[in-house]
Every structure is written in structure tokens, then in C-alpha cells.
């Protein structure tokens, strides 16, 4: 069992730079991929990006150049750098971790890629 804890979310102005935070506790391994969704009101879930095993990464279209993931093995966390933040931005962000995280980059677009997912936190984006 893996537990994923979100943090970072709240209120931030348009063109903000906040910081996601998802740590994973329980049975973790070295070895895994983290991915990162977010769910706006009304909307479906949607890919975010994902950082794998080697630390690669891949990121959704709508965000690429202006989010970056990074990971910590050593503290068994992921973040979700955002940068330039629209107000289109506002939803709960996810992080979500899979093992051994060998999957093709084109396979972490699909929720039903990852065994784990966190509760969520909630970001605002004011304009």
C-alpha cells in the first residue's frame, strides 16, 4: 500500500508560481513514476505531465514550457513546479504513482495507468 499526500494548493494570482507537493509514504520503491492530473469543477480529469523512473518527464500540451516536475528520492516526493499560472489553472491537482514506472510516456495520459492516487489539493487561480 502507498500513500500520497499532496500539498502546495491555495490561493494565487494570475502569473503566480506556486509549488505542488506529493510525498508518498507506506511500501515505496525507487523505482515508480509520478504523474500529475487536475480536475476542474464540471470537468473531466486531465493529464497534467509525469515524471518516470529515469526522470523523464512529459507534460501536456497546455502546460509545456511553463510547469516543471521534479522528484526527491531521498524524500520520496514529486513536485509540480507551475509557472505562469492562468486562471483556466483553478482545479484540485492529483498526484498519482505507479510501479515500476516503466510505462511508455504515451501510457501516463490514462488515469488507469497508476496504482495510487492522492486526495488532492485544491488550487485557485484569481485573475
Known amino acids: 500500500q502507498v500513500e500520497l499526500v499532496e500539498s502546495g494548493g491555495g490561493l494565487v494570482q494570475a502569473g503566480g508560481s506556486p509549488r505542488l507537493s506529493c510525498t508518498a509514504s507506506?511500501?515505496?520503491?525507487?523505482?515508480?513514476?509520478m504523474g500529475w492530473f487536475r480536475q476542474a469543477p464540471g470537468k473531466e480529469r486531465e493529464f497534467v505531465g509525469v515524471?518516470?523512473?529515469?526522470?523523464?518527464?512529459y507534460y501536456a500540451e497546455s502546460v509545456k514550457g511553463r510547469f516543471t516536475i521534479s522528484k526527491d528520492n531521498a524524500k520520496n516526493t514529486v513536485y509540480l513546479q507551475m509557472n505562469s499560472l492562468k486562471p483556466e489553472g483553478t482545479a484540485t491537482y492529483y498526484c498519482?504513482?505507479?510501479?515500476?514506472?516503466?510505462?511508455?510516456?504515451?501510457?501516463?495520459?490514462?488515469?488507469?495507468?497508476?496504482?495510487?492516487w492522492g486526495q488532492g489539493t485544491q488550487v485557485t487561480v484569481s485573475s
Open positions: 498519482a504513482w505507479d510501479y515500476p514506472g516503466t510505462r511508455s510516456m504515451g501510457a501516463y495520459v490514462m488515469p488507469s495507468s497508476y496504482d495510487y
Open positions: 507506506g511500501r515505496t520503491f525507487s523505482r515508480y513514476a
Open positions: 515524471i518516470d523512473w529515469r526522470s523523464m518527464t
